[in-house]
C-alpha cells in the first residue's frame, strides 16, 4: 500500500475529558497534563506512560522524550482501542469498555505545518513508541517506510499473520507539548449516547468538528 495522499491521524480519549481539552483549547502530552492536573479518565498504561515520559527518547530530536509529546494513530480501531474493549489486560486500570472512548481526526499535513510555522518538534514513529525499541522520523519525505499495509488491517496476529503487523500498526505521530483543538476536524464515537453526550459539550464551543456515529471504527 502507498502513502496516502492525505493522511490522517487519530487520538483516542475518554469523553469525560473533553470538556477540559474544549476549554483548554489543546490537548496536551502527558508530561503536560501532569503538571496541570488534567482532569478525566486515564485510559492508557501507567508502567508504558512513565517509561514514555522517562525512558523514551526520540532519535530524531535529542532530548525530546516521547511522553513530552501527543500521540496519534494513524488509523481509528487501534490496537489499544482493542485492549480496552477486551477489559482484561493486567496493566490496564481502566475497565469501562470502548463505549465512552472518543476519536479525534486531524490532517497530517496541516499539523506539520503548523508545527513547523511556532517551532513545535514532530516525528512519527514506525511501531509502537511505548515500546523498549522503536525507530522514528522528522522528515515527510520517509512516509514510506511505515508498513501502511499494517496500519490499515484489523487483523494483526493469529495463523497467518506476520508478527510484523501488529508491530506496524501501531505506528505513531507525535507532537511537542500541545496540539490545538481548531485541527479536529472529526470526532468519531460508537453510540448514540455518546454522540449526544460530546454534542452537549460542542454547543458552546467555537469550533465544532463533524461529529458522527462510526461504529467501524470500533471493535
Known sequence: MNVPAQPRIYHILHVDRLA??????HL???????QRS?????????NIKERRLKVNRLASHPGLMVGDCVPFYFCPRSIMLFLIYQGNH????????????IHLEADL???VAEADRIGRRWA????????????DRADLG??????WDAVAANRWSGNGIDGTVKEGKQAEFLVEESFPWH???????????????VSNLLAGAKHRPTLEILKDWYC
Open 142 to 147: 520517509r512516509l514510506g517506510e511505515i508498513n
Open 183 to 197: 485541527f479536529v476536524e472529526r470526532i468519531g464515537v460508537q453510540s448514540l449516547t455518546v454522540y449526544q453526550q
Open 38 to 46: 488534567s482532569p478525566g479518565t486515564v485510559i492508557g498504561m501507567s
Open 28 to 34: 496536551w502530552s502527558d508530561a503536560m497534563a501532569q
Open 90 to 101: 493486567p496493566e490496564m486500570v481502566y475497565r469501562g469498555g470502548q463505549e465512552p472512548i
Open 109 to 111: 499535513r496541516r499539523t
Open 20 to 25: 477540559s481539552v474544549l476549554a483548554d483549547g
Open 124 to 135: 512519527f514513529t514506525l511501531s509502537n513508541a511505548g515500546s523498549r525499541y522503536f525507530e
